[in-house]
């Protein structure tokens, strides 16, 4: 068993000088030390950039279904099909990251938020509600809870019974106890009820946090919402020409959403909300290309 390291705290080392044995001298060492703190800030300048792409991971290719990937050239972000980079198997195509960071809040302002009115988020929200589920668990309880009643009265007979009526009782409490057993699977496999104010108010407290954060130009904040609001992006690409220059263009946008809230059961984690696909219109295309809308072919 390898022993246990402890780090101790640096106010309690103990240490000596002993300049005599440097590797290099005092005026190497601090100018070694100055080049380092500046190259740390350019590092941490550098996750900064790293952290603006709040879509990483989220936006595929529709042609080839590869993820798109976050670039910065001559200070533009923008998104790039990874196949095209790492084994040209399809085409150069890209979205500029403002563009779809506009077309993608909006939709999910509208679709995920009902735009921004808590109300009816609420009220959408409930109609996702399983009824059905609920009424059968409920009958299924007074099914359980009348077998064991009835077993309980069998026991109590058989502490009272005649002996030539034990066999009989016997048999029974063993039809009684497999009825039981069924009865509990069965409760097992159908969700509980979710509680209805109890989901309200979680929507009522959680909400406008997200709201606020998908808003914020903070990238932490914005990329761990839209990672948790968003399942992808897919972008449609085709053959186009802005005047006489032919380039790509972005012809169809699908965003694939989650609700800001889920629908789970009690220890299950089922959902029961699914994911909601809205396509981009017509307008979102032309923002998304940034232009007004190009040619095609």
């Known amino acids: ?40 800030d ?20 529709g042609e080839c279904g590869a993820t798109m990937v976050g670039t910065r050239a001559s200070g533009i972000e923008r998104y790039y ?6 084994a040209k198997k399809c085409a150069c195509s890209s979205v500029h990251q403002d563009n779809l960071l506009a077309v993608l809040k909006d939709n999910i302002r509208e679709n995920c938020f009902c735009g921004g ?3 009816a988020l609420i009220n959408k929200g409930m109609k996702g509600l399983p009824g059905t589920q609920a009424q059968d668990r409920r009958l299924l309880l007074r099914q359980y809870e009348t077998t064991k009643q009835q077993y309980d009265r069998a026991t109590q007979n058989l502490l009272l019974a005649d002996p030539e009526n034990v066999r009989a009782l016997n048999n029974a409490m063993t039809t009684l106890r ?20 109890q989901l309200a108010e979680r929507v009522m407290a959680e909400a406008p946090r997200l709201l606020d954060n998908l808003m914020s130009k903070h990238p932490e904040r914005l990329k761990a919402v839209l990672s948790r609001l968003v399942e992808k992006v897919e972008l449609r690409f085709g053959d186009g020409h802005w005047g006489k220059r032919r380039i790509r263009v972005i012809t169809g946008c699908d965003a694939y959403l989650r609700l800001p809230f889920s629908f789970t ?7 029961i909300c699914p994911v909601v696909k809205v396509s981009g219109s017509r307008d979102a295309v032309r923002r998304l290309n940034g232009r007004s809308e190009p040619r095609l072919g």
């Open 1 to 40: 068993m390898a022993p246990k390291v402890a780090v101790q705290p640096q106010e309690s080392w103990i240490v000596h000088q002993r300049p005599e044995m440097a590797l290099v001298s005092a005026e190497m060492w601090e100018a070694v030390n100055a080049k380092i703190a500046a190259r740390g």
């Open 42 to 61: 350019r590092c941490r300048a550098a996750r900064a950039r790293k952290a603006s792409y709040p879509l990483s991971g989220l936006v595929k290719c």
């Open 81 to 86: 099909c990874s196949s095209f980079y790492k």
């Open 117 to 119: 009115d808590i109300k």
């Open 178 to 197: 497999k009825k039981l057993e069924s009865l509990k699977n069965d409760l097992a496999e159908v969700p509980k009820p979710v509680d209805q104010k």
């Open 265 to 271: 059961t009690e220890n299950r984690g089922d959902w």
